[in-house]
């Protein structure tokens, strides 16, 4: 069975850094992904991390976060630094075969976790 966990969200003041992190069990996958959700939004691309470790991010969050993964653990990290209120999110892990930024080209994902960035 394929499970996505993530952790590393919580509370943190404009300015500050949070490491999220996404654990893989069940299977190895090629590519994982980013996303995030705000109240009343749609689900939006974060970052992505093909099987070359090459990267992707959403201009949004371009020089302020870098997605890195351990294929020795299965899993992803996203560390998050200089944060914004407009960061504040449900940030959910994805994995898939091939990197994109839109959530139909990723078949599994973990249960979410809650950034929030006072101001």
């Known amino acids: 069975q394929v499970q996505l966990v993530e952790s590393g969200g919580g509370l943190v003041q404009a300015g500050g850094s949070l490491r999220l992190s996404c654990a893989a069990s069940?299977?190895?996958?090629?590519?994982m992904g980013w996303f995030r959700q705000a109240p009343g939004k749609e689900r939006e691309f974060v970052s992505g991390?093909?099987?070359?470790?090459?990267?992707y991010y959403a201009t949004s969050v371009k020089g302020r976060f870098t997605i890195s993964r351990d294929n020795a653990k299965n899993t992803v990290f996203l560390q998050m630094i200089n944060l914004k209120p407009e960061d504040t999110a449900v940030y959910y892990c994805?994995?898939?075969?091939?990197?994109?930024?839109?959530?139909?080209?990723?078949?599994?994902w973990g249960q979410g976790t809650q950034v929030t960035v006072s101001s």
């Open positions: 069940g299977r190895t996958f090629r590519s």
């Open positions: 991390i093909g099987g070359l470790s090459n990267t």
């Open positions: 994805a994995a898939g075969i091939v990197v994109g930024t839109s959530s139909t080209d990723y078949s599994y």
